[in-house]
């Protein structure tokens, strides 16, 4: 006879199989950093032209109003519509050159972070496998089932911790924070699942298979 799977069980199986697959897909995302690095440049040039677009287009208004000085009401409505294009020629043009300093920074990463997060990638490809594979495994009734889940568990743990290291103080904003959320995040999700397991009854597990 054949016992039904613990409710706890499936409950963990499922988290840890969603995790796994979300980490699987976030390693492809960093073993293909340097495709989504190329993208940088042209996604500052982007939003760079945009910028000067928009300046361009409300110092052309604010050139028509001089032009049309009659019609002072008309002018005094459209300038409360268009009061960026009031600003000095030179101050805005540092504006914009300080907002593109600005995303550079928050958007470049040196070669050596690169270089290890393509290493991270390739090592988390294995650690969410296992993860994966950990929780599959809780809705298989094997005697290893268990100990799969906890060695899972907490070598994920483990490769959390030292992304987490690996990663801090690189001095790239978003990669430390973007980071550091996500290796707290694993560590906590990790930790209650071990919990739960552990205070659970795992008898289901114990039973021999009975024909």
């Keep these: 006879m054949k016992s039904q799977t613990p409710t706890w069980a499936i ?15 976030n390693d492809i995302q960093y073993i293909n950093i340097k495709e989504m690095m190329a993208m940088k440049d042209k996604f500052q040039n982007v939003i760079q032209q945009s910028i000067e677009n928009k ?25 409360q519509d268009t009061t960026f294009a009031t600003k000095d020629t030179a101050v805005v043009s540092d504006e914009i050159d300080d907002l593109t300093q600005k995303m550079e920074s928050m958007l470049d ?10 290493y991270i990638g390739y090592a988390g490809l294995l650690f ?13 009734k094997k005697s290893f089932s268990i100990q799969l889940a906890f060695v899972g568990l907490g070598l994920n743990i483990i490769f959390a911790i030292t992304k987490w290291i690996m990663l801090s ?7 430390s924070v973007s980071n550091s959320m996500s290796s707290v995040l694993s560590i906590i ?3 209650i699942m071990m919990i739960v397991i552990y205070a659970s009854d795992k ?8 024909d």
């Design 11 to 25: 409950v963990c199986a499922i988290l840890m199989m969603l995790a796994g697959g979300c980490g699987i897909k």
């Design 203 to 210: 008898t289901h597990y114990e039973e021999q298979w009975i």
């Design 189 to 191: 999700l990790c930790l």
């Design 128 to 140: 969410s496998l296992l993860f994966l594979m950990g929780g599959l495994f809780l809705l298989i």
């Design 169 to 175: 103080g690189n001095g790239n904003f978003l990669v």
């Design 55 to 79: 300046y361009n287009e409300t110092s052309n208004s604010d050139t028509l109003n001089e032009t049309n000085v009659e019609y002072t009401a008309s002018i005094d409505s459209l300038d």
């Design 109 to 118: 990463i040196s070669d050596d972070t690169i270089q290890k997060i393509i």
